[in-house]
């Protein structure tokens, strides 16, 4: 299943599939409606304490990836229950419409300006087997 990644100010596409909003916080200036967001998976996203360290020093990309892993390892209910909301959310209802309807896409979505050097890279990784 393909998992893509985008930033949540990005227009919302048919081709996101269940989107998938992997931040702590709700990002400034952008209404529910607006984000159409599936699931808000916000328990998986860095400790503030990790993504502060990060701000600090971006070149410490390889770090960063080695503690997000561990801290996603430490907290495996969060991420199981994560892995079955978009599971859910895949699935269509019994009636064939709704959220999910059947889309085979997940993006993970983020307010953070480099998507490619940012947590939803690493938890693409993570979640790639799973969903």
Do not use: C
């Amino acid at each position: 299943m393909p998992i893509k990644m985008k930033r949540i100010y990005d227009e919302p596409a048919a081709s996101d599939g269940v989107r998938v909003l992997v931040d702590r916080l709700w990002p400034r200036g952008i209404t529910k409606q607006a984000a159409a967001v599936d699931v808000w998976a916000k328990d998986i996203a860095p400790s503030n304490e990790l993504r502060k360290a990060y701000h600090a020093d971006r070149e410490q990309w390889g770090a960063f990836k080695k503690a997000y892993k561990a801290e996603l390892r430490a907290n495996a209910p969060a991420v199981d229950a994560a892995v079955e909301a978009i599971k859910t959310a895949l699935t269509p209802p019994p009636s064939g419409r709704g959220p999910g309807g059947g889309a085979r896409t997940v993006t993970l979505l983020t307010s953070a300006k480099t998507v490619e050097r940012s947590h939803v890279e690493v938890l693409g990784e993570v979640l790639g087997g799973r969903v």
